[in-house]
């Protein structure tokens, strides 16, 4: 068996043609969803960068591993202290590890362990490849190597890649000689004249007023981030770039998926196509952000296609990305590590069978501390630390008629905020009962100051 997990940053999935976008971005991975099983609602558990790759390699919620953050003790996986061994169990029980286990040669052609010091992410690879731009390397410098990895490896048996683009990341960095093929399509609807007179009025990190600082101070020197937003049509520069990274990165992806044609081993090759998180593009009045644990963050794509699982498939049903570790497991026929708490989804690759959750709790505390409750049609918000966004203590949000988070229900529809705060304080008693600490690590969040990025702004 050979996996190749294509793991793109930043990546919206309604910002893909396979999930319904009405822009052509996505001409490549569109056609890797038609040959396997898309799934609509998969969310990180932490969000962003650094606590969602931690939590999907480590197989661990992470309230669990330690990793909620991006500074501080928040982004530091916990030590098994004195009853460590020679090794630690990071190295067997982390996903590249259990997969050398079964026989599997683990690579990983990313920048990400060096961009965040997450050098517990390269726990359980043979081989690291890291080209060194620290997550501002564009998708042509990648591919160079990803294509010798696979002329020398992909005619093997028994392998996984890990092959990371960072294109959609802040700041977009789509060589200008690509242009703009979005030129001439209408940006999404619901971004009004109205929603952006509303959003110019907010303050905060990644406001449409910091955004204009920013390109002032920091952006400049990427002409497409250097633009101030001054009026409605220029929310068109956000949008028109953020998708041109997408579009300009699925080339690329493009050129992957050939060179397993030419080995001759697509056929037999599992291709997993997913991102870390997703970026608010307006939701909550942010814009190029992933800081908040809502809809336009925690939720990310997941397409997966197994040799022998279904075809052009969709599956609705509630899962998270640490559910993938003992997918991949089950799928191979091998068992999960006892220290995962994922739970397979295998089923629902290759019988059709939903096998989602009832509820997911998904947490945030980069830049502001959160944690939200996604059920049913339902999205439910507690803050703990706003960030400095001026976001209330709860927000609830019917996602099924407001999936862009306009209308805040939470004084409403007290009955649906109640049921939600019972699943978080279910899930809480949870975690803390099968762990092995008594620190809830939000809690420490907030003795720290609160979370790292909401410190820097408010400098």
């Known amino acids: 068996m050979r996996i190749l997990y294509l793991d793109l ?7 893909l043609g396979c999930y319904g976008y009405h822009r052509n971005t996505s001409p490549n991975i569109d056609e890797i969803a038609k040959e396997g099983v898309r799934f609509t609602n998969y969310y990180c558990t932490d969000a962003p960068c650094l606590p969602s790759r931690s939590a999907l390699m480590s197989g661990k919620f992470g309230i669990h591993s330690g990793v909620v953050g991006h500074g501080g003790t928040a982004a530091d996986m916990r030590r098994e202290g004195p009853a460590r061994d020679f090794h630690d169990r990071l190295a067997e029980e982390s996903l590249p590890g259990a997969l050398r286990q079964l026989g599997f040669k683990t690579a990983t052609i990313s920048t990400f362990a060096e961009r965040h010091s997450a050098w517990t992410f390269n726990a359980g690879f043979n081989e690291v490849f890291n080209i060194g731009a620290k997550g501002h390397e564009r998708a042509e410098q990648v591919l160079p190597v990803a294509l010798k990895w696979l002329e020398d490896n992909g005619s093997s048996d028994n392998w996984f890649l890990h092959l990371n683009f960072w294109d959609p990341h802040t700041p977009y960095r789509t060589p200008e000689e690509f242009g703009n093929p979005f030129e001439n399509d209408p940006i999404p609807e619901w971004l009004t004249e109205e929603v952006f007179n509303q959003h110019k009025k907010k303050d905060g990190q990644h406001s ?10 920091h952006y400049f020197k990427w002409p497409r981030h250097a633009k101030p937003i001054k009026v409605h049509n220029d929310l068109r520069f956000i949008i028109d770039n953020y998708d041109s990274a997408i579009r300009y990165m699925d080339n690329y992806v493009g050129q992957v998926l050939h060179k397993l044609e030419e080995l001759g081993v697509m056929e037999d090759t599992a291709i997993l196509i997913s991102a870390d998180h997703g970026e608010n593009l307006g939701e909550l009045g942010i814009y190029s952000e992933h800081g908040t644990a809502d809809e336009g963050t925690c939720h990310i794509p997941m397409i997966i296609r197994w040799p022998n699982g279904l075809k ?9 990305h640490i559910d993938l570790a003992p997918t991949i497991m089950s799928l191979l026929g091998a068992q999960k590590m006892e220290s995962w708490d994922g739970k397979s989804f295998h089923d629902s690759i290759i019988n059709g069978i939903s096998t989602g959750r009832e509820y997911l709790v998904l947490s945030q505390c980069a830049h502001v501390c959160q944690r939200s409750v996604r059920f049913k049609d339902w999205l439910y918000i507690r803050t703990y630390h706003d960030g400095y966004h001026g976001f209330p203590k709860e927000m609830l949000f019917n996602l099924k008629e407001d999936p862009y988070e306009r209308n805040n229900l939470a004084e409403e529809r007290p009955d649906i905020c109640r049921e939600a705060v019972y699943s978080l304080n279910e899930w809480h008693d949870e975690m803390m009962h099968t762990m092995d600490f008594d620190v809830d690590p939000l809690w420490t969040v907030m003795k720290e100051g609160g979370p790292f990025h909401a410190k820097e702004y408010n400098k």
């Open 9 to 15: 940053d930043s990546l919206r999935p309604d910002h």
């Open 208 to 217: 449409i007023n910091d955004m204009n600082a920013l390109a002032e101070s």
């Open 312 to 320: 052009n498939k969709v599956n609705d049903s509630l899962y998270y």
